[in-house]
């Protein structure tokens, strides 16, 4: 059997593939398949630096023994493959990992249909010459779009209340491309949907760098460039000496938003990944025999509405949303002498607020989210899997410090 990844180099892509190494022990004859831009040779070095930091230690010769490299472009037809190597990735395929995207929040609308939904038709029409392959799709669990409140049932994908971005717009047409393709091809397929995924754990430079690390850079920038004075140098020299900097920021106070754990994540999609496959291929997820299970009524499907559709999606999400307060908090601790004030709106700003609200007019409207997500589809899977551990002040600090300013392990 053979296991295909895309996004193998991304932030949650790598650990994915990390944790479809780790299992050689019980699939050491089992190649995994990496899609990438560049050379093979040039992909499989990327792709080995990404998995070798997560934790120690790293994927030994053996695990990496099983990676195949492939040069493939999500945005060209047939994904930049020619006939030969299309039937080498197929051959006995029977998990596909989608798991690439175009995560930019600020980028054309036009890039981003090209590899978040054209690119995902591109890996269903490779799909199609693997009949037993069951489709893992990594989406987000921002498709509910501008719902601020309520709470979002894992079937749910309604566009009705628009989106924020178009990123969000495109993962939500990626999803109805799926169960489009599920409906016509009688085929079954799992769409995850992690919220913000974030880590504590420093991430060396030349490595996917998480959300954190972007909002804490847009709010060094705005300091190492105040118009005002030497006051934003100051606090990024660490020289404040208790005079606070306030700065005031559009968006919600009382808001909150979910951050996930990006382990957690990952460890709960591979126990989805193990109940989904086993289901749709009527095998036993514990003893991998064949059973003659109804796989349409198999009780170890996380989806009771399998019968009903070959799809089914999980919220990969934290049991509690993240108030922005907190995130505020950490902010100010990682910038000591800065006041942040989260407020509605900004009169007559500042130059510096100016800059500030210009480049951050894409996050403000996440601020002002207090929905929640349901969880059924993923308690059901993950089974005796703790939930993740409660994000807390320390955390966000340390996610938000960046791998220079870490202690060292």
């Not at 593939?17 to 990496?34: Q, S, T």
């Not at 054209?118 to 990594?138: I, K, Q, R, S, Y």
């Not at 968006?251 to 990006?262: D, K, M, R, S």
């Amino acid at each position: 059997m053979a296991v295909l990844l895309t996004g193998a180099t991304g932030f949650l892509g790598c650990r994915i593939l990390r944790a479809l190494l780790a299992d050689g022990a019980a699939r050491p004859d089992e190649p995994v398949h990496v899609l990438g831009r560049g050379t093979p040779q040039e992909l499989r070095a990327r792709v080995e630096a990404a998995v070798s930091w997560p934790e120690p230690p790293p994927p030994g010769p053996d695990a990496l023994r099983r990676l195949r490299c492939f040069t493939a472009d999500l945005t060209r037809p047939g994904l930049g493959l020619t006939p030969d190597e299309r039937a080498q990735i197929t051959d006995d395929l029977r998990t596909v990992w989608h798991c690439g995207a175009l995560l930019s929040l600020q980028a054309d609308p036009v890039t981003l249909y090209r590899t978040n939904v054209l690119g995902t038709d591109g890996v269903l029409e490779l799909v199609n010459d693997a009949p037993a392959a069951h489709v893992l799709h990594v989406s987000t669990a921002f498709v509910a779009g501008r719902r601020r409140s309520g709470h979002v049932r894992e079937d749910d994908l309604d566009d009705a209340e628009g989106f924020h971005i178009p990123y969000e717009e495109t993962k939500h047409t990626a999803e109805r491309l799926i169960h489009a393709w599920c409906r016509r091809t009688g085929r079954t397929a799992t769409i995850l949907r992690p919220s913000l995924l974030i880590t504590d754990r420093r991430v060396p430079d030349g490595l996917p760098e998480q959300p954190l690390d972007i909002l804490a850079r847009l709010v060094e920038n705005a300091l190492r460039t105040d118009a005002l004075g030497t006051g934003g140098a100051r606090i990024l020299r660490g020289e404040a000496h208790g005079t606070a900097m306030t700065v005031r920021v559009p968006g919600e106070p009382a808001g909150a938003l979910n951050l996930v754990q990006a382990d957690y994540a990952v460890s709960a999609m591979m126990r989805v990944m193990e109940q989904r496959t086993a289901a749709s291929t009527g095998r036993d997820s514990d003893t991998d025999t064949d059973t003659d299970t109804d796989t349409d009524t198999d009780s170890n499907s996380p989806c009771d509405s399998h019968v009903n559709s070959p799809v089914c999606t999980v919220h990969v999400t934290h049991p509690h949303n993240t108030p922005i307060a907190l995130v505020r908090s950490a902010l100010e601790a990682r910038f000591p002498g800065l006041t942040l004030e989260i407020t509605p709106a900004v009169p007559s700003p500042t130059p510096m607020e100016a800059g500030v609200i210009a480049s951050t007019a894409h996050l403000s409207a996440y601020t002002t989210q207090n929905r929640t997500y349901d969880r059924t589809h993923l308690l059901r899977a993950v089974g005796d899997l703790p939930d993740p551990s409660p994000i807390d002040r320390a955390y966000l600090l340390r996610a938000l410090t960046p791998p220079e300013a870490q202690p060292s392990e």
